[in-house]
């Protein structure tokens, strides 16, 4: 389990560091892109239809 702790601890500082390189206009592109999804997905509404056969 510590070993799996130790590589999950890895991962995420490689995340972090990966985001710092990135330019300000990558981390805007990138927080535009996710504010659509999230307004698109507030917005949505699931409907169910069932299926008949005719």
Do not use: C, N, V, W
């Amino acid at each position: 389990m510590d070993k799996r702790k130790q590589t999950f601890d890895q991962a995420e500082l490689e995340l972090l560091k990966e985001g710092l390189k990135r330019s300000y206009k990558e981390r805007f592109e990138m927080a535009t892109r996710l504010y659509k999804i999230q307004q698109t997905m507030s917005k949505a509404s699931i409907s169910h239809k069932p299926f008949i056969s005719k």
